[in-house]
């Protein structure tokens, strides 16, 4: 019962580095988000997948790339961190669109950057 | 554009009382409404949702929330609260039609006092 399942769970990068978030799920959804969580600001989505082979920008897309590799797989790129990308970084899933169900969340991947 | 409120960051309560965490919207057209739960390190979780019908909706675990149109409020109640209960809620809100994504509040810290 893996669910949505986020790699690597923490990290510490310096300014400038690159990384890739992974995120698989096995529910067979459609729908696929990255969000990223901050003190008093709740959730900001950064980029969805609304199908395989499909991508658009959420609220906060600046600094980010993002991959639908196949149905189950949604990575996140950070090609030159910043201080200001240190957050913590929740993947999610949906069976379709996400108006009439429900999000299955990761456990989050909290990233440093100094 | 939906947007959503969540007036109180953090809200201490004894155990055993009752709590209410309130949330208040802004929309132009008809919403779903949504409450999320999240424990300590770990990701959100759906609690319940208002689609349509029946403005009171419950969850399995004595949470319940009313749909008031008339004051935009989609507040959430609980009778008796445990320290079980102890989490970051998050009130969401979407459009009831197209492909509109989840708007998040910026959360509410429920605290249970022993």
């Known amino acids: 019962n893996a669910g949505v399942t986020q790699t690597p769970k923490f990290q510490v990068l310096k300014t400038g580095q690159s990384m890739t978030l992974q995120c698989a799920q096995d529910m067979n959804h459609n729908s696929m988000y990255w969000y990223r969580q901050d003190p008093g600001m709740g959730l900001r989505l950064i980029y969805y997948?609304?199908?395989?082979?499909?991508?658009d920008k959420g609220e906060v897309p600046n600094g980010y790339n993002v991959s639908r590799l196949n149905k189950r797989e949604f990575s996140l790129r950070l090609e030159s961190a910043a201080p200001s990308q240190t957050s913590v970084y929740f993947c999610?899933?949906?069976?379709?669109?996400?108006?009439?169900?429900?999000?299955?969340f990761g456990e989050g991947s909290r990233l440093t950057v100094l | 554009a939906q947007s959503v409120t969540q007036l109180d960051s953090q809200v201490p309560v004894f155990e055993e009382a009752p709590v209410e965490l309130r949330c208040n919207y802004s929309?132009?057209?008809?919403?779903?409404l949504f409450w999320y739960v999240q424990y300590p390190n770990q990701g959100l979780q759906l609690l319940l949702k208002?689609?349509?019908?029946?403005?009171l909706v419950e969850s399995i675990n004595g949470f319940e929330a009313e749909f008031n149109k008339s004051q935009t409020s989609f507040h959430l109640r609980k009778p008796s609260v445990h320290i079980s209960d102890t989490a970051e809620y998050f009130c969401?809100?979407?459009?009831?039609?197209?492909?509109?994504?989840?708007?998040f509040g910026t959360g509410t810290r429920l605290t249970i006092i022993p």
């Open positions: 208002y689609l349509s019908g029946s403005t």
């Open positions: 997948s609304a199908s395989e082979g499909t991508t």
């Open positions: 999610a899933s949906s069976p379709g669109t996400v108006n009439t169900g429900e999000l299955f």
């Open positions: 929309s132009s057209v008809s919403v779903y």
């Open positions: 969401a809100v979407t459009f009831n039609f197209g492909n509109e994504k989840l708007t």
